[in-house]
């Protein structure tokens, strides 16, 4: 088993910066991809930012500019710059666990709630 537990959500002005990080823990070595994902209210899941488990970054084509995921092993963070009221959400993190060769899931977080005040 794998949990993530996520950190650094709260509540800032527009403008200013967060930094969240997602740390894993139990079957750690399992670990693939990590990434962060954002909910908002009254909207789908969506995606942020992923990096593999080399530290290759991949991101949303809107987030590209202000948001920066990078990784330390089963730590993932991603920092958000430039803040704006639209980026207010719950931000989870996953991560690709593949415990056997036969058997891939998604490991979720409990989310942690970014809001950004105008």
């Known amino acids: 088993q794998v949990q993530l537990t996520e950190s650094g959500g709260g509540l800032v002005q527009a403008g200013g910066s967060l930094r969240l990080s997602c740390a894993a823990s139990?079957?750690?070595?399992?670990?693939?991809?990590m990434g962060w994902y954002r909910q908002a209210p009254g909207k789908e899941r969506e995606l942020v930012a992923d990096?593999?488990?080399?530290?290759s970054p991949n991101y949303a084509d809107s987030m590209k500019g202000r948001f920066t995921i990078s990784r330390d092993r089963n730590t993932v963070y991603l920092q958000m710059n430039s803040l704006r009221p639209e980026d207010t959400a719950v931000y989870y993190c996953?991560?690709?666990?593949?415990?056997?060769?036969?058997?891939?899931?998604?490991?979720w977080g409990q989310g942690t709630q970014v809001t950004v005040s105008s």
């Open positions: 139990g079957r750690t070595r399992s670990i693939g991809d």
């Open positions: 996953n991560a690709k666990v593949t415990p056997t060769i036969e058997y891939t899931y998604i490991q």
């Open positions: 990096i593999t488990s080399g530290g």
